[in-house]
């Protein structure tokens, strides 16, 4: 790839550290105040809310972020109601496409449908919140984000919001793994170890995404 033209707004790097803090907190903070682990014992409610809290923490750093980078042009109230029901309409037809996705895979249809739109709320929550932002819910630009190989390496916001999104998934998919293990813990009620592999997935996104785009303009620096 051709990194001469990568730029990076230090907030990313920050908002990352922040937003990694912050995944890491809700896992580690129970624990070291000797109390049982809330994902484990009322799944539903504290995922929930972890998904609306990062999502929320999400879109208000993205959005300045996408706002700044993005062409300015005025929109009336009118344009901004449409955009904010594009966007809602795209985040629900996400989570009702991760769901389906889900039951494909083996998750109960009917028995375990709750825990299940609950998991589909937590990995878009998580994972495409920043991509759908940046991309503006276009699917032109979603296509040349993740399969042009000159995307992510023009800037470190880019990079981030296609780590995240690529790690988060695979955290989901690799947390799966514990859940047919006869190790006969509570942790491993569906959907709780796809909801920690999401945590811990996306986390590892913010981390590397810092990581990699030193990396990158290390070599920007060596070449130029």
């Given at each position: 790839m051709d990194y001469n033209n990568w730029s990076c707004d230090n907030r990313i790097i920050y908002y990352s550290y922040f937003l990694t803090g912050s995944i890491i907190s809700v896992l580690a903070i129970p624990y070291s105040m000797g109390i049982k682990n809330p994902l484990i014992n009322t799944s539903i409610p504290a995922t929930f809310t972890q998904s609306c809290v990062m999502g929320i923490l999400e879109i208000l750093l993205f959005t300045r972020l996408q706002r700044e980078?993005?062409?300015?042009?005025?929109t009336n109230l009118s344009q901004k109601l449409k955009i904010l029901t594009y966007y809602i309409l795209t985040f629900?037809?996400?989570c009702a496409g991760f769901h389906?996705?889900?039951?494909?895979?083996?998750?109960?249809?009917?028995?375990?449908?709750?825990?299940t739109a609950c998991l589909s709320f937590h990995i878009v929550s998580l994972s495409l919140i920043p991509s759908l932002i940046i991309t503006e819910c276009y699917i032109d630009n979603c296509l040349s984000l993740y399969f042009d190989s000159k995307i992510g390496s023009r800037n470190?916001?880019?990079?981030?919001?296609?780590?995240v999104c690529i790690?988060?998934?695979?955290?989901?998919?690799?947390?799966s793994f514990a859940i047919p293990l006869d190790w006969d813990r509570d942790w491993q009620e569906w959907p709780i170890p796809c909801v920690i592999g999401i945590n811990v997935g996306v986390a590892?996104?913010?981390?590397?995404?810092?990581?990699?785009?030193?990396?990158?303009?290390?070599n920007v620096r060596k070449y130029v």
């Open positions: 980078t993005a062409t300015k042009s005025s629900t037809i996400c389906i996705l889900f039951i494909l895979f083996g998750a109960p249809i009917f028995s375990n449908f709750i825990e470190q916001i880019e990079l981030t919001v296609k780590c790690c988060g998934i695979l955290g989901c998919w690799f947390g590892i996104g913010y981390l590397s995404s810092i990581f990699i785009g030193k990396f990158i303009k290390s």
